[in-house]
């Protein structure tokens, strides 16, 4: 802006200035002319004085570079010419100063001489006897009059040139320096031209809208991180080259990533192909999902491109932890399949043992044991369905109410249901301990020591033992039930509490049993907020131990 | 230019990572194979080894344009030849997996998870292929110094598997094709362990400008 200021100066004063000088020029080619005539006339009258006293003889010797004198006689002849031979010229009768000059005395006039092609001023006067003397001179005189200032001009525009640049200079300066020395950080305070306010004003206005508006956006990225900063799910945010935006508390544990590694590829972070693959996948627009172990957990990774104007602006990753969902999976379908196995070989045996019959194929002293084992076998089926039944009672979230019940007592009601089986098998069964009156639900605490003393009788040698020790601990009961029977190997201990699980893989019938009392147990015992301990030794007896 | 430089230097980083990547996995999976006894693992391993092939190629592609059209200085020039470097080690990895995975057919079932060692030697070269392309992707330092130390316990296996063959065949408890595949994979495993190794050294060489000799 400076330069164009200074620019604009210079050109306007150096117009001004040459201008001025074309025109003073001008008035001076006339004033120089006028003089130039003046002067002719002058010389004329003193020539024509000279030659009306001496005759043509004047002009003998006569030499002059600037005037031409020209004697002319009364019939236009001419006697004598200072710059040309007199021979060589027509008759000048019909010129014009010399026809003005015969007529009235004196004659002037300006043309082009075809002999000199020059403009030539004339001026012509009538001498005494009647001959005409003309002089003349040509305008080239003027022009070199005028060439003979040219240097002195020449210095005159130099050196206003040379002062119009500094004085520019310093005044594009001056007008610059309010402009450089505005404070936009606070448009409105400012004392400068007043054709700028509608800018400052403009510009404070919209100032205030670019602070009002970062404001907000740095709201909704602090709503933002807080929101995802608290999530359990692991959150990351890709650009469209796959470098890492933004990670969430989760994300970063589990991507073992810091801070420093925002901005950097997320490859740097997780190399995995199959997630790369996802990335890619994403980026092509695909939504994509895949399940991975990572630091010994089961995760689902969710991967969808985010759009912004109908352009991929990234990517984002949302990693979830479903290691107790895929357990909890595992689990159902192994229990479905179990329960439809389990519910389905008793019924086989129901099937084969009535067809035999129907088709007449068992002999009449065996029909007995046939339709004995039928009965058996559908006895079977109704206990695992009653086991089924209770199981899904536990599974249900309302609970009977509580009430003060005895542990002991009903341990000695246990026994007394049991003792028919142990008796079958030579098994004795002790009951220890005192009376322990806890607050919980009968039926459940019933069954949590049915179960356990009826699996203590199965799974015991003939003429083993069980026993059951009931204790107060401070604010706990504590239940032990205790055999010495076949033990339960250390493989199968973690599992035995999973429905149907059976140490015995084959779901032998011999020992009898659904494979869900241990899981009855647990459920019942949860229900109490209490725990179980296991603690068995194969072949030398297994100990539970319940605290409520 | 310049951004064009780098733009460059970044894909190569991506692609160096990508290709490690696939050289863990492909591991991975022929030491699972190996431990479980499945034979059909050279079907699921061709693949990720061609894969593996055609990056070496595509890197080397891009390394030598960085080369001539970049003509790279101090830290790049170094990132650049040690990549170069560690693509060959990274291809050499991938083929002798594929190699183990064509013996594990051989062994047709058989398996070798009662064998500490051979178990021990697996979970080393995981880990230390792992460790050096994690040094590589971190720059870390201290990371590659420690893959280095940890090939002798890859040896140690080695020598101890070697060992346990000996007693195996004089005492006539394992037939000598079997006794030669287990002997075999060891001792591909062990030059996998030297192949990370040498990726590790090549990483500290990009970091410090120095590569040891041993």
Redesign the interface.
Known sequence: MTKKIFRSILIVATTVLITSLLIATSFLYDYFKQSEITQLREELSLAAANVDRLGSEYFDGFESDVFRFTLVAKDGSVIYDSQAKPENLENHLEREEIKEAVETGSGSSDRYSTTLTERTFYEATRLKNGDILRISISQATVAALILGMLPAIGAIILIAIIIAMVLSDKMAKSIIKPLNRLDLENPTENDTYEELTPFLAKINKQQQQITKQMKKLRQKSDEFQQITASMNEGLVLLDKKGCILSMNKAAKKLFSANDSTIGSDFLTVDRSVSMNNAIEKALSGKHSEFREERNGSEYQFIISKTESDNETTGVVILCLDVTEAAYAERNRREFTANVSHELKTPLQSIIGSAELLENGLVKPEDTGRFVGNIKSEAQRLVSLINDIIRLSQLDEDKKPDFEPVDLYEVASETVKALSPIADKRNIKINLNGTSCTINGIRRYLYEIIYNLCDNAIRYNKDGGEVNIDIKKEERDAVLTVYDNGIGIPLEHQSRIFERFYRVDKSHSKETGGTGLGLSIVKHAVACHNGTIKLDSTPNKGTTVTVVI | MRSRFDEQL?LL??KM??M???C??IIALVAKALLEGKADVAENAAPIGHEIDLMEREIEGICLKLLLQQQPVARDLRQISAALKMITDMERIGDQAEDIAEIITYLSGRTESDCDDIRQMAQACIKMVTDS?DAY??HDLSLAKSVSEYDDVVDDCFVRVKQMLITMISENTADGEYALDILMIAKYFERIADHAVNIAQWVEFSVTGVHKQE
């Open positions: 970044l980083n991506r990572i990508e490690g990547a696939n863990e996995s392309i992707v971190k």
